[in-house]
């Protein structure tokens, strides 16, 4: 479930990021999240503590409970 939830959200992410034509340097900046960090979490490495989580919606001007709800509904 762990790995599912991981992919998921990794998923969400890129789409958010893609619809903006925002590159993972270009959501680095915005978000102040290494870029290496991003491309873990949208590879369903790493799932983003609730800070990042935070910072990455902030910066895709999303709140954070919008790619909450949107992980729950694929799982």
Same mark, same amino acid.
């Given at each position: 479930?762990?790995?599912?939830?991981?992919? $998921?959200?990794? $998923?969400?992410?890129?789409?958010?990021?893609?619809?903006?034509?925002? $590159?993972?340097?270009?959501?680095?900046? #915005?978000? #102040?999240?290494?870029?290496?960090?991003?491309?873990?979490?949208?590879?369903?490495?790493?799932?983003?503590?609730?800070?990042?989580?935070?910072?990455?919606?902030?910066?895709?001007?999303?709140?954070? $409970? #919008?790619?909450?709800?949107?992980?729950?509904?694929?799982?």
């Amino acid at each position: 479930m762990a790995n599912r939830v991981a992919r $998921s959200f990794g $998923s969400i992410l890129r789409q958010h990021r893609a619809e903006r034509g925002w $590159s993972q340097q270009l959501l680095s900046l #915005k978000s #102040k999240v290494d870029r290496s960090y991003i491309s873990q979490i949208e590879s369903g490495i790493h799932v983003p503590t609730i800070t990042v989580l935070w910072r990455l919606a902030r910066a895709l001007e999303v709140s954070p $409970s #919008k790619l909450i709800v949107r992980l729950e509904r694929m799982l």
